[in-house]
């Protein structure tokens, strides 16, 4: 096994299993049973995350005529459940932080089976090369050993011992995520010579999916009447996504360094979009729910 292949076909993995751990001491059964009396925006915003965001990718690439690698790597990253930190910038909105919380461990489990879906017709529709391809099964399988196996380890150690799990969320996740933007940044270095030209391609791209699905997830959330709290933790849910699982597809599953560069893009430019999110929300500015 060469050193390329063992940072990303096991170092990496072991990362992302590290974070997903994080994830889980996050969230406790009272927290899911909080959420579940009040369904509506928890569904609104699983559903809006699940299928808008990849909806945009597609539109977006289709419409601007992206290469193939562009249009599948931006379509793997929106495949991807939210980022951990979206309930800190919900908090920081003054938004429903667990309804935040429970969303994006909702996104984790049911990205098993979405994002292989997703990305398998991504590769269908856009021409990425003959040799970009992900096996549904073996996807979903290791996507479930790595993101839910884990989360749902961690939801068990915060129940059984709270102040351990509160430990481990502060120092392993912080130093899993270093460990991966290391690999990623590698990985990037690897390609150091369609890097400027992918960025290039991607940034305008993939800043018109971050705002569309933040946008629209915001407005059906107007639409539908949620209460402002709900509303801002549904359309910051939809804006930030987990850059963890990208890496750990494009690069341990496919192996397809190419279809990093877009997520890099993405994962770039996702955080200006929720800053405006977050700056309109503190300011007061996001429209109010009919009455």
Do not use: K
Not at 69 to 87: D, E, F, K, Q
Not at 157 to 171: F, H, Q, S
């Amino acid at each position: 096994m060469t050193v390329e292949s063992a940072v990303t076909q096991v170092l990496l993995p072991a990362a992302v299993v590290a974070v997903m751990f994080a994830v889980g001491t996050t969230l406790t059964l009272d927290d899911l049973r909080q959420v579940v009396r009040r369904p509506r925006a928890f569904l609104l915003g699983l559903l809006a995350h699940t299928l808008l965001l990849p909806a945009a990718a597609f539109g977006v690439a289709a419409a601007m005529d992206l290469p193939g690698p562009t249009a599948a790597g931006l379509v793997l990253i929106a495949s991807c459940p939210a980022n951990v930190s979206s309930a800190v910038l919900t908090h920081l909105a003054r938004g429903d932080t667990m309804l935040s919380v429970c969303m994006t461990a909702a996104a984790t489990l049911t990205s098993v089976v979405s994002l292989p879906l997703f990305v398998t017709a991504a590769l269908a529709v856009f021409d990425a090369g003959p040799a970009t391809r992900l096996p549904i099964l073996p996807a979903a399988t290791g996507l479930f050993l790595v993101g839910t196996v884990p989360a749902l380890a961690g939801m068990r150690l915060r129940r059984v011992r709270p102040a351990t799990a509160r430990a481990i969320e502060a120092r392993m996740g912080g130093f899993a995520l270093a460990f991966i933007v290391v690999v990623v940044a590698a990985a990037v270095w690897s390609q150091r010579a369609n890097v400027l030209p992918a960025l290039l391609r991607a940034g305008a791209p993939a800043l018109l999916i971050s705002a569309l699905s933040v946008a629209g997830a915001w407005g059906a959330s107007f639409l539908v009447g949620l209460p402002r709290e709900q509303r801002i933790a549904v359309g910051l849910e939809c804006g930030l996504q987990n850059f963890a699982l990208a890496a750990f597809v494009a690069l341990t599953l496919m192996r397809a360094p190419a279809l990093l560069l877009p997520a890099v893009a993405y994962g770039i430019v996702m955080w200006l979009s929720a800053a405006v999110a977050v700056l309109l929300a503190r300011r007061g500015l996001a429209p109010r729910a009919p009455r």
